[in-house]
């Protein structure tokens, strides 16, 4: 089978020689029980490796070479000529990133007549047009749980560093100065605030939890209600709408999936309806809000910041007006792809892989759309409309 893999490219310096630490921690289950990756072929690299650039191959190259695969890896994914386009047409399987996608459009897909395998390494499968890989009877599968706990320290650390103030003052202390009235006259202590997430799933909780010993009052809103012990656990306020939450709400989060009726949710409307003064952190997907509506709602003030990791389109051009825009905190693409997590999700690539070459079912928890429709996983995150 020919497996195209499309990767973010290496650091500018170069694959690394070394690293900062020795080792990750290992971790023995995730929080809700679901187990970890357990391929049945040993793993081809070291946990703690950079494995989601094209030297790091997601360390398959072995596994799928020994059984007589092919396996391409490139970060040249686009154009008509580029080597994934190219090579798009008899591919049996895609592998991509959501850091890095090679988005799988409707046209894409009905170029690749020989796809059966749309495989995610890492979380959120939205660059798929997943209505066509259903029709077309592709299995689209990623690695639930892989970097959930990832994305939500990451977003604990940017609701913190937002309120605080910590980029501009660090910005102060690299250039020499000592600017306590500049640095101090935007930062507060989050103590106290009320803090909402919209979508409280593996990563929403997670926040949720981490977040309640700095003595902040949780809110939280999606389709349906968490648990009443759970509720109860976090002291957690239920809101049936985001347009409750957001005016209730000092500090809010986007954590739901992309999907047609919640791309642009975050709209003047939307944002409209928040306190002046309110932080929004989106490392859920870009498409989630309105791109200039974000720049207007910080311009008036309306926003005290924004911050996130995701963009759209990835990479984002040089010009995107969130690199530039008044009191972000954004970084590239990179929560959910720690070398912690892509440990987990390059194990958990190389199971989906193993179960689809030998024939055995892949996980529910894994599978985004099998059989024409979704299912596992992607039938209760997605939807079609
Ligand atoms: P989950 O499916 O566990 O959680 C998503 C939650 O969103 C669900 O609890 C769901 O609850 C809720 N939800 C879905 N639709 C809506 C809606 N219309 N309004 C309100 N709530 C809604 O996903 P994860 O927590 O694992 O991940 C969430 C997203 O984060 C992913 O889809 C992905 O886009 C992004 N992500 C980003 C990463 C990064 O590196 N930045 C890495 C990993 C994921 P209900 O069905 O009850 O509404």
């Known amino acids: 089978m020919k497996i195209l893999c499309v990767l973010y490219p290496d650091p500018v310096t170069g694959y690394p020689p070394a690293y900062a ?93 020989c796809l059966k395998l749309a495989l995610t390494a890492g979380i959120g499968s939205d660059h798929v047009d997943l209505k066509a890989a259903a029709a077309r009877g592709i299995t689209v599968a990623e690695q639930t749980f892989s970097n959930s706990i990832s994305v939500a320290e990451h977003v604990v650390m940017m609701v913190l560093s937002l309120v605080r103030n910590y980029l501009p003052s660090h910005e102060y202390a690299v250039e020499g100065d000592w600017n306590i009235a500049d640095c101090v006259s935007r930062s507060y202590d989050i103590e106290g605030m009320h803090f909402g997430t919209i979508g409280a799933g593996r990563i929403g909780l997670a926040i949720l939890r981490r977040l309640k010993p700095f003595d902040v009052r949780l809110h939280y809103n999606q389709r349906h209600r968490l648990s009443a012990e759970v509720e109860r656990e976090l002291n957690l306020t239920f809101h049936a709408t985001p347009e409750s939450l957001v005016q209730a709400c000092d500090i809010v989060n986007l954590q739901v999936p992309l999907y047609p009726s919640t791309e642009g949710m975050f709209d003047d409307n ?6 002046r003064g309110s932080y929004l952190v989106n490392c859920a997907r870009g498409r989630l809000c309105d791109q200039d509506a974000v720049v207007r709602a910080l311009n008036s003030g309306r926003l005290a910041g924004y911050a996130g990791d995701v963009w759209y389109p990835q990479p984002a051009p040089v010009d995107h007006p969130w690199r530039t825009m008044m009191h972000n905190g954004m970084t590239p693409h990179m929560s959910g792809s720690s070398l912690s997590a892509q440990a987990r999700y390059a194990a958990g690539t190389l199971e989906i892989l193993q179960c689809f070459l030998e024939g055995r079912s892949i996980r529910p928890e894994y599978v985004i759309v099998e059989h024409g429709q979704l299912a596992g996983t992607g039938a209760r995150s997605y939807n079609l409309t």
Do not use: W
């Open 21 to 113: 630490r020795e080792d990750i921690p290992v971790i023995s289950t995730y929080p809700d029980g679901q187990t970890l990756p357990s391929p049945r072929a040993p793993l081809g690299f070291k946990p703690g490796q950079l494995l989601g650039c094209v030297s790091g191959e997601l360390g398959l190259r072995a596994y799928l070479e020994s059984h007589g695969h092919q396996l391409i890896v490139t970060s040249d994914r686009d154009g008509p000529y580029s080597v994934f386009e190219t090579n798009l047409a008899d591919a049996d399987v895609v592998i991509s990133q959501p850091f890095y996608p090679a988005y799988l459009s409707a046209d894409r897909i009905a170029k690749a007549r």
């Open 270 to 275: 939307l944002l409209g309806l928040m306190k």
